[in-house]
């Protein structure tokens, strides 16, 4: 063989694996990428649960008051 052809060959080999490292390097970036989104997806799912949580906490705040109120006006009129 001469020279030239094995450079050739050596040529289409580093050009082969350097097309197959692109290729994992996209791989590894894009399954990054998913784990990341995932990762942020369960991060803002606790995250409204938790908000979900206060917000029924503030919500009944006016009741209870409210209920507060009805109780001392029954106690009043019953004269307790």
């Known amino acids: 063989m001469s020279n030239y052809v094995k450079a050739l060959?050596?040529?289409?080999?580093?050009?082969?694996?350097t097309?197959?490292?692109?290729?994992?390097?996209?791989s590894l970036i894009e399954y990054n990428e998913q784990k990341y989104k995932a990762s942020f997806?369960?991060?803002?799912?606790?995250?409204?649960?938790?908000m979900a949580e206060i917000n029924?906490?503030?919500a009944n705040i006016p009741f209870e008051c409210e209920n507060?109120?009805?109780?001392?006006?029954?106690n009043w009129l019953c004269g307790v």
């Open 9 to 17: 060959g050596l040529r289409n080999k580093f050009l082969n694996s």
């Open 19 to 26: 097309k197959k490292s692109k290729f994992i390097e996209c």
């Open 41 to 50: 997806l369960i991060l803002m799912e606790k995250g409204y649960k938790e």
């Open 56 to 58: 029924l906490e503030i």
């Open 68 to 74: 507060a109120n009805i109780n001392e006006y029954e």
